[in-house]
Protein backbone atom coordinates (compact mmCIF):
# COMPACT_ATOMS: atom_id res chain seq x y z
CA UNK A 1 0.00 0.00 0.00
CA UNK A 2 1.05 3.86 -0.99
CA UNK A 3 0.45 5.68 1.77
CA UNK A 4 0.72 9.62 0.42
CA UNK A 5 0.03 12.38 3.68
CA UNK A 6 -1.55 15.18 1.71
CA UNK A 7 -3.28 17.01 4.79
CA UNK A 8 -6.02 19.09 4.13
CA UNK A 9 -3.77 21.85 2.48
CA UNK A 10 -2.56 19.35 0.02
CA UNK A 11 -6.02 17.88 -0.65
CA UNK A 12 -6.42 21.54 -1.81
CA UNK A 13 -4.02 21.31 -3.89
CA UNK A 14 -5.05 17.67 -5.99
CA UNK A 15 -5.27 18.61 -9.78
CA UNK A 16 -6.67 16.49 -12.64
CA UNK A 17 -4.22 16.38 -15.83
CA UNK A 18 -3.74 14.05 -19.04
CA UNK A 19 -1.13 13.68 -22.02
CA UNK A 20 -0.77 11.72 -25.26
CA UNK A 21 2.28 10.42 -24.16
CA UNK A 22 0.56 8.65 -20.64
CA UNK A 23 -1.39 7.16 -22.83
CA UNK A 24 1.17 5.80 -24.65
CA UNK A 25 3.16 4.37 -21.84
CA UNK A 26 -0.14 3.02 -19.87
CA UNK A 27 -0.72 1.00 -23.12
CA UNK A 28 2.50 -0.52 -22.49
CA UNK A 29 2.58 -1.16 -19.14
CA UNK A 30 -0.87 -3.06 -19.98
CA UNK A 31 0.71 -4.96 -22.55
CA UNK A 32 3.88 -5.94 -20.61
CA UNK A 33 1.85 -6.41 -17.05
CA UNK A 34 -1.97 -7.42 -17.66
CA UNK A 35 -2.20 -7.65 -21.65
CA UNK A 36 -5.88 -9.43 -21.25
CA UNK A 37 -7.33 -6.11 -20.12
CA UNK A 38 -7.11 -5.02 -23.47
CA UNK A 39 -8.79 -5.80 -26.39
CA UNK A 40 -7.30 -7.79 -29.13
CA UNK A 41 -6.94 -5.18 -31.91
CA UNK A 42 -4.77 -2.57 -29.29
CA UNK A 43 -2.55 -5.97 -28.64
CA UNK A 44 -1.81 -6.49 -32.22
CA UNK A 45 -1.18 -3.00 -33.25
CA UNK A 46 1.02 -2.57 -30.32
CA UNK A 47 2.73 -6.18 -30.51
CA UNK A 48 3.44 -4.62 -34.60
CA UNK A 49 4.62 -1.45 -33.58
CA UNK A 50 7.18 -2.71 -31.31
CA UNK A 51 8.14 -5.53 -33.34
CA UNK A 52 8.62 -3.62 -36.89
CA UNK A 53 10.16 -0.63 -35.53
CA UNK A 54 12.43 -2.41 -33.68
CA UNK A 55 11.64 -0.53 -30.30
CA UNK A 56 12.38 -2.87 -28.27
CA UNK A 57 14.42 -0.40 -25.51
CA UNK A 58 11.22 1.25 -25.39
CA UNK A 59 9.36 -2.60 -24.21
CA UNK A 60 11.89 -3.56 -22.19
CA UNK A 61 11.88 -0.40 -19.95
CA UNK A 62 8.13 1.21 -20.20
CA UNK A 63 6.89 -2.61 -19.31
CA UNK A 64 8.53 -2.96 -16.42
CA UNK A 65 10.12 -6.22 -14.87
CA UNK A 66 8.39 -9.22 -12.43
CA UNK A 67 7.99 -6.65 -9.81
CA UNK A 68 5.85 -4.03 -11.82
CA UNK A 69 7.86 -1.11 -11.51
CA UNK A 70 8.70 0.73 -14.89
CA UNK A 71 10.75 3.81 -14.72
CA UNK A 72 8.32 6.93 -14.52
CA UNK A 73 10.84 9.68 -15.99
CA UNK A 74 8.72 8.41 -19.30
CA UNK A 75 5.44 9.86 -17.44
CA UNK A 76 6.74 13.78 -17.52
CA UNK A 77 5.17 15.52 -14.65
CA UNK A 78 2.59 17.71 -16.68
CA UNK A 79 2.82 21.54 -16.34
CA UNK A 80 -1.15 22.39 -16.43
CA UNK A 81 -4.50 20.25 -17.17
CA UNK A 82 -3.72 18.90 -20.89
CA UNK A 83 0.59 18.77 -21.86
CA UNK A 84 1.23 18.34 -26.05
CA UNK A 85 3.13 15.82 -27.14
CA UNK A 86 6.22 17.52 -28.29
CA UNK A 87 6.69 19.38 -24.84
CA UNK A 88 6.23 15.79 -23.06
CA UNK A 89 8.73 14.16 -25.28
CA UNK A 90 11.15 16.98 -24.85
CA UNK A 91 10.67 16.93 -21.05
CA UNK A 92 11.68 12.68 -21.38
CA UNK A 93 15.05 13.33 -23.85
CA UNK A 94 16.40 16.19 -21.46
CA UNK A 95 15.38 13.88 -17.98
CA UNK A 96 18.06 14.78 -15.62
CA UNK A 97 20.89 12.27 -15.70
CA UNK A 98 20.93 11.90 -12.22
CA UNK A 99 17.15 11.08 -12.57
CA UNK A 100 17.71 8.40 -14.85
CA UNK A 101 20.63 6.91 -13.00
CA UNK A 102 18.21 6.73 -10.15
CA UNK A 103 14.98 5.30 -11.48
CA UNK A 104 17.08 2.40 -13.74
CA UNK A 105 18.97 1.48 -10.47
CA UNK A 106 15.52 1.07 -8.37
CA UNK A 107 14.87 -1.01 -11.17
CA UNK A 108 17.49 -2.83 -11.46
CA UNK A 109 18.38 -3.54 -7.91
CA UNK A 110 14.83 -3.22 -6.19
CA UNK A 111 11.32 -2.82 -7.87
CA UNK A 112 11.41 -4.62 -10.87
CA UNK A 113 13.93 -7.33 -11.69
CA UNK A 114 15.36 -8.37 -8.48
CA UNK A 115 18.68 -9.48 -7.66
CA UNK A 116 17.86 -13.77 -7.70
CA UNK A 117 18.56 -16.10 -10.48
CA UNK A 118 16.85 -15.92 -13.82
CA UNK A 119 15.66 -12.32 -13.13
CA UNK A 120 19.01 -10.39 -14.66
CA UNK A 121 18.08 -7.06 -16.20
CA UNK A 122 17.24 -7.68 -20.07
CA UNK A 123 21.06 -7.49 -22.20
CA UNK A 124 19.46 -4.81 -24.23
CA UNK A 125 18.75 -2.61 -20.97
CA UNK A 126 22.42 -3.03 -20.10
CA UNK A 127 23.74 -2.38 -22.88
CA UNK A 128 21.35 1.44 -23.23
CA UNK A 129 22.85 2.10 -19.88
CA UNK A 130 26.88 1.52 -20.63
CA UNK A 131 25.99 4.31 -22.97
CA UNK A 132 25.30 6.78 -20.78
CA UNK A 133 21.89 8.10 -18.94
CA UNK A 134 21.89 11.13 -22.02
CA UNK A 135 21.70 8.47 -24.42
CA UNK A 136 19.20 6.42 -22.81
CA UNK A 137 16.76 9.28 -22.53
CA UNK A 138 17.41 10.54 -25.90
CA UNK A 139 16.54 6.86 -27.03
CA UNK A 140 13.45 6.41 -25.18
CA UNK A 141 11.88 9.51 -26.40
CA UNK A 142 12.57 9.16 -29.89
CA UNK A 143 10.85 5.48 -29.61
CA UNK A 144 8.06 6.69 -27.51
CA UNK A 145 7.34 8.95 -30.35
CA UNK A 146 7.57 6.25 -33.31
CA UNK A 147 5.45 4.56 -30.98
CA UNK A 148 3.01 7.05 -30.24
CA UNK A 149 2.55 7.68 -34.03
CA UNK A 150 2.37 4.35 -35.17
CA UNK A 151 -0.44 2.89 -32.69
CA UNK A 152 -2.28 6.02 -31.12
CA UNK A 153 -2.25 9.08 -33.18
CA UNK A 154 -5.14 7.92 -35.34
CA UNK A 155 -7.31 7.46 -32.55
CA UNK A 156 -6.01 10.08 -29.85
CA UNK A 157 -8.55 12.68 -30.70
CA UNK A 158 -11.57 10.44 -29.81
CA UNK A 159 -9.68 9.30 -27.07
CA UNK A 160 -9.04 12.81 -25.69
CA UNK A 161 -12.43 13.58 -25.88
CA UNK A 162 -13.14 10.77 -23.52
CA UNK A 163 -10.72 11.71 -21.17
CA UNK A 164 -11.51 15.08 -21.44
CA UNK A 165 -15.72 14.33 -20.62
CA UNK A 166 -14.16 11.93 -17.38
CA UNK A 167 -12.70 14.66 -15.96
CA UNK A 168 -15.21 16.97 -16.78
CA UNK A 169 -17.65 14.57 -14.95
CA UNK A 170 -15.44 14.38 -11.48
CA UNK A 171 -15.76 18.02 -11.87
CA UNK A 172 -19.07 18.51 -11.61
CA UNK A 173 -18.98 15.36 -8.87
CA UNK A 174 -16.37 17.57 -6.86
CA UNK A 175 -19.11 20.90 -7.19
CA UNK A 176 -21.52 18.73 -5.39
CA UNK A 177 -19.80 16.87 -2.69
CA UNK A 178 -16.13 17.84 -2.59
CA UNK A 179 -12.87 16.59 -3.68
CA UNK A 180 -12.56 14.31 -0.56
CA UNK A 181 -15.53 12.23 -1.58
CA UNK A 182 -14.84 12.15 -4.90
CA UNK A 183 -11.39 10.76 -4.47
CA UNK A 184 -13.14 7.80 -3.12
CA UNK A 185 -14.99 7.05 -6.41
CA UNK A 186 -12.41 7.07 -8.64
CA UNK A 187 -10.87 4.16 -8.07
CA UNK A 188 -11.66 0.62 -5.69
CA UNK A 189 -8.04 0.31 -4.28
CA UNK A 190 -8.04 4.39 -4.25
CA UNK A 191 -8.70 5.73 -0.73
CA UNK A 192 -8.87 9.11 0.89
CA UNK A 193 -9.00 9.20 4.44
CA UNK A 194 -7.87 11.13 7.31
CA UNK A 195 -5.53 13.40 5.50
CA UNK A 196 -4.50 10.48 3.85
CA UNK A 197 -4.53 9.34 0.10
CA UNK A 198 -3.69 5.70 0.42
CA UNK A 199 -3.57 3.40 -3.29
CA UNK A 200 -4.07 -0.10 -2.32
CA UNK A 201 -1.83 -2.82 -4.16
CA UNK A 202 -2.55 -5.99 -5.22
CA UNK A 203 -2.92 -8.83 -2.87
CA UNK A 204 0.26 -10.49 -3.91
CA UNK A 205 2.37 -7.27 -3.57
CA UNK A 206 4.41 -6.88 -0.50
CA UNK A 207 5.18 -3.29 -1.32
CA UNK A 208 4.99 -0.66 1.28
CA UNK A 209 5.37 3.49 1.18
CA UNK A 210 4.63 6.24 2.98
CA UNK A 211 5.57 9.61 2.10
CA UNK A 212 4.79 13.38 2.61
CA UNK A 213 3.63 15.64 -0.12
CA UNK A 214 2.00 19.08 -0.64
CA UNK A 215 0.12 18.36 -3.72
CA UNK A 216 -1.21 14.98 -5.95
CA UNK A 217 -1.90 15.16 -9.43
CA UNK A 218 -5.06 12.29 -10.80
CA UNK A 219 -4.51 11.22 -14.65
CA UNK A 220 -7.50 9.27 -16.39
CA UNK A 221 -6.12 6.61 -18.56
CA UNK A 222 -8.55 4.31 -20.73
CA UNK A 223 -5.86 1.67 -20.18
CA UNK A 224 -5.99 1.10 -16.56
CA UNK A 225 -7.98 -1.20 -14.78
CA UNK A 226 -7.28 0.24 -11.45
CA UNK A 227 -5.09 3.39 -9.62
CA UNK A 228 -1.12 3.35 -10.44
CA UNK A 229 0.71 5.05 -7.82
CA UNK A 230 3.67 7.17 -10.02
CA UNK A 231 6.61 9.24 -9.04
CA UNK A 232 7.32 7.65 -5.92
CA UNK A 233 9.70 10.26 -3.84
CA UNK A 234 11.46 8.66 -0.48
CA UNK A 235 13.17 11.56 1.26
CA UNK A 236 16.71 12.30 -0.90
CA UNK A 237 15.54 11.12 -4.30
CA UNK A 238 17.00 13.62 -7.34
CA UNK A 239 14.91 16.14 -8.89
CA UNK A 240 11.85 14.78 -7.15
CA UNK A 241 8.56 14.99 -8.39
CA UNK A 242 4.64 16.14 -7.76
CA UNK A 243 2.93 12.32 -6.56
CA UNK A 244 0.82 11.27 -9.79
CA UNK A 245 -2.00 8.70 -9.66
CA UNK A 246 -3.29 7.26 -12.79
CA UNK A 247 -7.19 6.09 -12.20
CA UNK A 248 -9.38 4.30 -14.65
CA UNK A 249 -11.63 6.56 -16.75
CA UNK A 250 -15.09 6.61 -16.27
CA UNK A 251 -15.73 5.22 -19.94
CA UNK A 252 -13.15 2.84 -19.63
CA UNK A 253 -14.20 0.62 -22.73
CA UNK A 254 -9.95 -0.03 -23.75
CA UNK A 255 -11.76 -0.15 -27.49
CA UNK A 256 -9.91 -1.97 -30.29
CA UNK A 257 -9.38 0.85 -32.94
CA UNK A 258 -12.16 -0.12 -35.35
CA UNK A 259 -14.93 1.22 -36.95
CA UNK A 260 -17.95 -0.20 -35.83
CA UNK A 261 -16.92 -0.18 -31.82
CA UNK A 262 -17.07 3.53 -31.72
CA UNK A 263 -20.57 3.55 -30.99
CA UNK A 264 -19.59 1.39 -27.53
CA UNK A 265 -19.76 3.20 -24.97
CA UNK A 266 -21.14 4.54 -21.89
CA UNK A 267 -21.69 8.51 -22.85
CA UNK A 268 -23.20 7.32 -26.08
CA UNK A 269 -25.78 5.25 -24.26
CA UNK A 270 -26.70 7.89 -21.99
CA UNK A 271 -27.04 10.50 -24.83
CA UNK A 272 -29.12 8.25 -26.68
CA UNK A 273 -31.41 7.60 -23.64
CA UNK A 274 -31.56 11.54 -23.30
CA UNK A 275 -32.61 12.27 -26.79
CA UNK A 276 -35.93 10.46 -26.62
CA UNK A 277 -37.10 13.94 -27.23
CA UNK A 278 -34.89 16.74 -29.29
CA UNK A 279 -32.76 18.51 -27.52
CA UNK A 280 -29.72 21.06 -28.08
CA UNK A 281 -26.09 20.14 -27.53
CA UNK A 282 -25.92 22.99 -24.70
CA UNK A 283 -29.08 20.78 -22.85
CA UNK A 284 -27.19 17.33 -23.32
CA UNK A 285 -23.99 18.85 -22.29
CA UNK A 286 -25.73 20.44 -18.96
CA UNK A 287 -27.93 17.55 -18.01
CA UNK A 288 -24.30 14.90 -18.55
CA UNK A 289 -22.34 17.22 -16.89
CA UNK A 290 -19.88 17.17 -19.92
CA UNK A 291 -18.27 19.51 -21.99
CA UNK A 292 -20.29 21.08 -24.80
CA UNK A 293 -17.11 19.99 -27.29
CA UNK A 294 -16.94 16.39 -25.86
CA UNK A 295 -21.49 16.84 -26.41
CA UNK A 296 -20.61 17.42 -29.95
CA UNK A 297 -17.95 15.08 -30.92
CA UNK A 298 -20.06 12.17 -30.08
CA UNK A 299 -23.01 13.77 -31.45
CA UNK A 300 -21.33 13.59 -35.14
CA UNK A 301 -20.48 9.93 -34.58
CA UNK A 302 -24.05 9.01 -33.77
CA UNK A 303 -25.27 11.46 -36.38
CA UNK A 304 -22.88 9.43 -39.21
CA UNK A 305 -24.40 6.25 -38.07
CA UNK A 306 -27.77 6.95 -38.39
CA UNK A 307 -28.43 6.43 -35.18
CA UNK A 308 -29.87 10.44 -34.12
CA UNK A 309 -31.34 13.22 -36.52
CA UNK A 310 -30.70 16.57 -36.47
CA UNK A 311 -33.00 19.60 -36.99
CA UNK A 312 -33.02 23.57 -37.12
CA UNK A 313 -34.96 25.94 -35.90
CA UNK A 314 -33.97 29.58 -36.00
CA UNK A 315 -30.46 29.16 -34.88
CA UNK A 316 -31.01 26.26 -32.80
CA UNK A 317 -29.75 22.95 -33.64
CA UNK A 318 -31.82 19.80 -31.84
CA UNK A 319 -31.13 16.69 -31.84
CA UNK A 320 -32.82 13.17 -31.04
CA UNK A 321 -33.04 9.92 -31.33
CA UNK A 322 -33.94 7.48 -34.25
CA UNK A 323 -35.19 3.97 -34.13
CA UNK A 324 -32.95 2.97 -36.74
CA UNK A 325 -30.09 0.57 -37.37
CA UNK A 326 -26.57 1.76 -37.65
CA UNK A 327 -24.88 2.25 -41.29
CA UNK A 328 -22.12 0.96 -39.63
CA UNK A 329 -20.11 0.49 -43.37
CA UNK A 330 -20.13 4.37 -43.89
CA UNK A 331 -21.27 5.80 -40.77
CA UNK A 332 -18.21 6.04 -38.60
CA UNK A 333 -14.93 7.16 -38.37
Given at each position: ????????????????????????????????????V????W?????E????????L????????????????????????????????H????T?????????T??????S????????P??????????G???????I?????Q????????????????L??????????????????????????????????K??????S?????????A???????????????A?????????????????????????????D??????????????????T????????????????????I????????????????????????????????
Amino acid sequence: MIRINLGAHGLGRVRFAMSPLDAAKDLLFALARSPRVLRAGWRKQAVEALSERQLGLLAVVAGGGPGGYAPDFLRPEPAGFQADLDTALHQVATTPSERIRYELTAAIGGHSWGQTVGQRPPQLLLTAMDRGEEYVAQRIAVELEQFWCAVLAPHWPSMRARLEGDVAAWASVIARHGIADTVNRLAPNLEWHDGTLKVHSLATSSHRLSLDADAAILVPSVFAGRAIFCAAEPPGAPAPRTPLIVYPAAQNDCLPPSRGDELIGTTRIKLLAELAQPRTTGELAQRLYLSPATISYHLQILHRAGLVQRTRRSRTVLYQRLATKPRLADGLE
